[in-house]
């Protein structure tokens, strides 16, 4: 039974539903997915329409308390519950949690607190998500996250994503995103078809990879160093690449564990 780990990127807009068509075709199929989404964009939108002014800092959204309220109304609720809709549409069904359910998402403070209410993942347990997939429903997470004081944390929707694919040991992490891919350099216009982990880390220290393709990157690799079979950087919005991806096909940028070549994932 294979188990796919998407990260459904908030720049994936809500009209691309290529690749929410794609995973219910597979998991009618059997394969089990889970769905970790971001929001980005939508949670800055409905904070500039209540009037709070949204910082960045470290690439991270500096979270208030105010903040906080909104980016668990927006991502647990409105995002959330729309890629339900849509993978119920396409025949598949879904359920919409966050990582503070059931304690899922074990979290602490990033940056010392420096950027409010900013977290980053400590450990995952997987009983809640396990138990969805062998009951044949799709888990559809928000980015949140508990400590064990019980307070509520904004993450980083990649790192969710990964730290889930590696604890599932997944055949495959997909961070779905508006790039092919990664690319030589910035400002190259060629998209590399695969990296190991050690070739994805040094192109963060010599600058080959730069702004947001950094945290992507860091969290590819995360994936595939904590249990993750291999790992991919695609473009969300193509039709066909949750295929290519399954089947070995040339799409975006595979990162794999040193030492590993064999492409796609297979059925058993």
Not at 138 to 153: F, K, N, R, S, T
């Amino acid at each position: 039974m294979q188990t796919l780990v998407v990260k459904y990127g908030g720049s994936v807009k809500e009209d691309f539903t290529f690749l929410l068509e794609e995973i219910s075709c597979y998991v009618r199929e059997g394969v089990h997915v889970v769905i970790v989404h971001g929001g980005g964009p939508e949670v800055t939108h409905w904070l500039t329409r209540l009037g709070h002014v949204t910082e960045f800092a470290q690439g991270q959204r500096v979270t208030d308390e105010f903040t906080l309220q909104v980016v668990e109304m927006v991502l647990s609720g409105r995002v959330g519950k729309r890629i339900v809709r849509q993978l119920q549409k396409f025949g598949t069904a879904a359920v919409s949690i966050s990582g503070q359910d059931a304690g899922m998402v074990q979290a602490s403070s990033y940056s010392n607190g420096i950027l409010g209410y900013v977290g980053q993942v400590v450990e995952v347990n997987t009983t809640l998500v396990q138990d969805l997939l062998s009951a044949h429903y799709v888990p559809v997470i928000a980015p949140l996250g508990l400590d064990e004081a019980g307070q509520l944390y904004n993450i980083n929707a990649d790192f969710v994503a990964a730290s889930i694919a590696g604890a599932l040991r997944a055949d495959a992490f997909i961070l779905a995103t508006d790039v092919p891919g990664v690319r030589e350099s910035a400002h190259s216009p060629h998209t590399l078809s695969q990296l190991t982990e050690t070739e994805a880390l040094a192109m963060i220290a010599n600058g080959q990879a730069v702004g947001g393709m950094i945290p992507k990157l860091q969290a590819v690799v995360h994936a595939v160093q904590n249990g993750a079979k291999a790992a991919y950087v695609v473009d969300g919005r193509m039709a066909d690449v949750l295929h290519g991806v399954m089947e070995g096909c040339s799409v975006g940028t595979r990162i794999i564990p040193v030492g590993v070549t064999e492409g796609g994932v297979h059925h058993a």
